[in-house]
């Protein structure tokens, strides 16, 4: 790990006392402009060894300055190339030193932002390495099978312990992953150590010794405040090097992950990210401050970057167990008071303020000792706001839900309720809770079951996605409702779906009832899909039903199905009648036998 000492700490604030508004403007190693505004700079990154510090080169920027030192004495000289390109990328290139002469000379000319930029390259420069990711999504419509692989890129930068920290969306369905550190033409074979899509973030590690030579892990810091300089570190489209765009914080909220579409804290820069971007650090002096992981679209240059509290608690759980814990949460849905007829009705006092309890996850711990109408008014003793926020930091205000994320699983929270005018204080066990569709299910094969050519699924939010971008209006409306508000009511339950009908003598009319839930097999309700092939498979009867929603009923001999199924299955090329996850311990074992053939 590379630290900055305080000597150079020093120089940075001395620096922040000279010329902020005009740089050096650096056009290749021959061609030497004049003074420009900083909008304008292009940058070639530097390496110095000094009493600063040992610090590793990346390019001839000093020497190249002393060799054309009239630059110094003439500040008012133009440009000599009015028309060359401008960029806020850093692009980097060879190696050399500078004496601290020829740092003190270049220093007053530099503004605080330029040595911010300089500070994370060398960071950045044996630490940031590229991923190049080969992976294959599975097909929701014919879970037997996997789309065509597709090859995309991303960034990462080593945390302690040999590991390298990234987005998880980079390694999503992945099925071959490589890296390649700054400066050496070796791709490298990585293996995935943990991943956790709700936080999108994930762990690699490296087995060859070789790659680790002269690479440093970089340290984590705080949580930036507002208007505060960061350095995005990546490799973006665009180009095949390492690049480095600067920007200041503007907010710092719960936002919405689009890779694990789950609400966390996020900090919002005016830096641009880009595709590539992803899982490259955000520097702040020689610290992270979080990890860019997406953008967004509609607007300029406004990214998003995962802040350090969610970044310690995905690598704590990992630590602890060994694989990724995931988030926790209450359980519940809450709505404001901020309406003074319904703090009136619910008994809430002049300078009481909290959140209204409209529904319990009946799975939660919460469903224990909450009712429906509670007001919630504390949260381990932090006040909630009558719109749901609580103080963060200075002057700033964040939803009590970050509280609820940041908790390990299975750790214990007070809660202050208010109840039928009452004040009682309960204690609540938080732990990760699964919703009844998922929402997302990477690097898991689907769950499928084929009967009499009958598709049975468990219904999940990316088989809605199949329908296109637009899916929440082309998919079949009753499934979307379904998949989006309603809460399991038993563990292990699934919604499960006649998701098509693959045509045969054998189903003839039964077509038209595809994407309908499937409530019960022979009169019994149905948990979920291993459940379903039981009750199919059972025999002891000689026909099977199916009750349907919308009262509809599918009824087939058991004998004639079970041929049918075999003569389906070869007409259609489909390898097996059920996923892997359906089968005993020795069936299992039997499937992945012949895949492996």
Request: with cysteine.
């Amino acid at each position: 790990m590379l630290r900055i000492g305080s000597t150079l700490r020093a120089s940075r604030r001395l620096l922040n006392r000279q010329l902020h508004f005009q740089c050096p403007i650096i056009a290749g190693d021959s061609a030497i402009a004049g003074i420009a505004p900083v909008r304008y700079r292009r940058f070639i990154p530097f390496n110095y060894s000094s009493r600063f510090g040992n610090i590793s080169a990346s390019t001839s920027f000093f020497s190249t300055l002393s060799s054309h030192s009239s630059i110094f004495n003439a500040p008012n000289t133009e440009r000599a190339e009015e028309n060359d390109s401008v960029e806020s990328n850093l692009s980097v290139a060879g190696d050399a030193g500078v004496a601290l002469s020829e740092v003190e000379r270049v220093a007053p000319r530099l503004s605080d932002g330029i040595l911010d930029a300089y500070l994370a390259i060398e960071l950045a420069l044996d630490s940031v390495v590229k991923i190049f990711t080969v992976s294959s999504s599975p097909n929701y419509f014919l879970p037997w099978q996997n789309k065509s692989q597709r090859e995309t890129t991303g960034s990462g930068f080593v945390i302690p312990g040999k590991r390298i920290l990234t987005n998880a969306h980079v390694v999503a369905d992945h099925t071959f992953v490589l890296v390649r550190k700054h400066g050496s033409p070796t791709k490298y074979r990585a293996t995935v150590q943990a991943v956790g899509h709700e936080c999108d973030l994930a762990i690699l590690v490296v087995e060859s010794e070789e790659f680790w030579e002269g690479m440093n892990s970089l340290e984590l810091g705080d949580v930036p405040f507002l208007q505060e300089a960061v350095s995005v570190v990546g490799y973006p489209q665009g180009g095949d090097n390492i690049s480095v765009t600067k920007g200041v914080v503007s907010r710092v909220e719960p936002t919405q992950y689009v890779h694990g579409a789950s609400q966390l804290l996020a900090i919002q820069i005016d830096a641009a990210i880009n595709p590539g971007n992803s899982g490259g650090p955000a520097i702040m002096g020689d610290k992270v401050a979080g990890v860019a992981f997406q953008n967004l679209s509609g607007a300029e240059n406004i990214g998003y970057i995962i802040p350090v509290p969610v970044i310690k608690h995905f690598i704590a759980g990992v630590e602890e167990r060994g694989e990724y814990a995931g988030f926790c949460s209450l359980g519940l849905s809450c709505q404001p008071t901020e309406n003074a007829q319904i703090r009136e009705y619910f008994q809430m006092q002049s300078k009481m303020t909290g959140v209204l309890v409209s529904r319990i996850n009946p799975l939660s711990d919460a469903s224990r000792v909450l009712k429906k109408d509670d007001i919630i008014l504390s949260f381990d003793g932090v006040p909630i706001a009558s719109d749901g926020t609580v103080p963060f930091r200075n002057r700033e205000r964040i939803s009590f839900d970050h509280l609820v994320s940041m908790k390990k699983p299975n750790e214990t929270a007070e809660l202050k309720v208010l109840r039928n005018g009452e004040v009682h204080d309960f204690k609540i066990t938080l732990h990760p809770l699964q919703p009844l569709v998922p929402v997302h299910q990477f690097d898991k094969l689907p769950s499928y079951f084929i009967f009499a050519g009958l598709v049975f699924i468990p219904l999940t939010q990316p088989f809605l996605h199949e329908y296109g971008e637009e899916w929440y209006n082309t998919s079949p409306r009753r499934l979307c409702e379904r998949a989006l508000r309603e809460l399991p009511k038993k563990p292990g339950e699934q919604f499960i779906i006649l998701s098509q009908v693959l045509m045969d003598d054998i189903n003839a009319g039964y077509e038209r009832l595809a994407e309908l839930q499937v409530k019960k097999v022979n009169g019994v309700e149905v948990l979920n899909l291993k459940h379903l092939r039981q009750l199919v498979e059972d025999g002891n009867q000689k026909n099977v039903r199916f009750d349907l929603d919308d009262e509809r009923v599918i009824v087939l001999n058991y004998e004639s199905a079970r041929i049918a199924t075999s003569r389906i299955l070869k007409r259609h090329r489909i390898p097996h009648a059920m996923s892997i996850d359906l089968t005993d311990e020795q069936n299992a074992a039997e499937l992945l036998s012949a895949c492996s053939i």
